[in-house]
């Protein structure tokens, strides 16, 4: 074959390849190409199947971190299907998935409708709406730092609603009485 077709150049019927061999045209030699088979369209994909892979040969630590990764993974792919559900119960220091902060936590508190959660992190996550027991935990820790609109806010509750429980609880706002005029 000449250096022509076998880079892959394309030749005219004028053009003359040259051999090392001899110094004539291989125009003539295209009908002497060996011919392939056809391939046939019924042939299926190679399936891979298992046991027939090569695998390398690892070493005892190195096997040992392997077989520890594989479980944490099936461990993490096992957890995250199960995230966070306020309609459940959980039982404190179940370890949940919480889907909002991407994170792992601790439960530190759980009542029916409500559930909040020690993340990773060391910050807090909460779901659902508070229970009345925790409320007054809440406005308790928070009443000297918070005004009892923020509170409210947060407790998902109105103002009215919220001076009434600080009322209920016996806790009162001292603050600087209107001058009168």
């Given at each position: 074959m000449s250096e022509a077709r076998a880079i892959g150049e394309s030749m005219g019927d004028?053009?003359?390849a040259l051999d090392d061999d001899d110094n004539d045209?291989?125009?003539?030699?295209?009908d002497d190409e060996v011919e392939r088979p056809e391939r046939s369209a019924s042939r299926a994909p190679a399936l891979r199947v298992e046991g027939e892979e090569e695998e390398e040969e690892l070493s005892?630590?190195?096997?040992a971190r392997l077989v520890a990764i594989k479980r944490?993974?099936?461990r993490i792919r096992r957890v995250k299907k199960a995230a966070v559900d306020v309609s459940r119960t959980y039982r404190l220091g179940q370890r949940v998935f919480d889907p909002a902060a991407q994170s792992f936590g601790r439960v530190v508190f759980a009542a029916e409708g409500y559930v909040r959660l020690?993340?990773?992190?060391g910050s807090e996550s909460a779901h659902g709406k508070p229970p009345l027991e925790d409320r007054r935990a809440f406005v308790s820790a928070n009443f000297e730092r918070m005004d009892n609109k923020t509170m409210a806010?947060?407790?998902d509750i109105s103002v009215h609603t919220m001076r009434r429980l600080c009322h209920e609880y016996g806790l009162k706002r001292h603050g600087k009485s209107k001058a009168s005029a």
């Open positions: 004028d053009s003359v045209t291989d125009l003539e030699d295209d005892p630590e190195a096997e944490a993974a099936a020690e993340l990773s992190d806010d947060i407790l």
